[in-house]
């Protein structure tokens, strides 16, 4: 099992008018975020969302894809959801990871348009494969995460840009691009 846990951040996150809300949960984000997590061995993947009735929805999500039919009809997706672990807020995350591993996170915040000082994927994929610390890499939903969550980052990654001006890539998306960076392995020929 990795060092490297993804937070899906569903609070606190904003909205199009910038307001600080709870976003809902979407069931390909679940889907495809445990799957890449998975994939690249992370050691969990959390979903950070307080609302009740959202919290609701991901577990019978979880559950029909490890304890119903989803999970008789596609075992391999039931490996992959095993990962989940839903809590109510970041600190939980973190709190969570300490209890784990007895150490608490390096933090990594991603932001598309981030505009302070970032750090490039090269430095903390270095830091994953030290394995000496665990480290929670979050991910926003919504139009990005409060900038209150800045506070509890310890790094912010460098935004994915593409070639052109359009820059609003889904949260899934962008966490297989972000997976691949900091744990891809580059074949050569």
Request: aromatic share 8%; proline share 5%; charged share 20%.
């Amino acid at each position: 099992m990795g060092n490297l846990y993804i937070g899906l951040v569903h609070y606190p996150v904003k909205n199009k008018r910038g307001d600080i809300v709870a976003s809902a949960v979407t069931n390909l984000d679940i889907h495809d975020i445990a799957r890449i997590a998975k994939t690249y061995n992370s050691a969990g993947f959390f979903i950070i969302q307080p609302m009740p009735s959202q919290k609701r929805l991901v577990e019978w999500i979880i559950s029909h894809w490890t304890e119903g039919y989803g999970g008789e009809y596609n075992p391999i997706r039931a490996e992959a959801f095993d990962l989940i672990r839903l809590v109510d807020a970041i600190d939980d995350a973190i709190a969570a990871i300490k209890y784990e591993t007895g150490c608490p996170p390096l933090v990594i915040g991603t932001w598309a348009g981030y505009p302070g000082e970032t750090v490039d994927y090269t430095k903390v994929g270095a830091i994953i494969e030290t394995g000496i610390e665990p480290i929670l890499v979050l991910l926003g939903t919504g139009f990005g995460m409060a900038d209150e969550v800045e506070d509890v980052c310890n790094y912010v990654l460098e935004p994915i840009r593409g070639n052109g001006e359009y820059n609003h890539l889904s949260v899934r998306a962008a966490a297989a691009i972000i997976m691949d960076r900091l744990r891809g392995i580059t074949q050569t020929d």
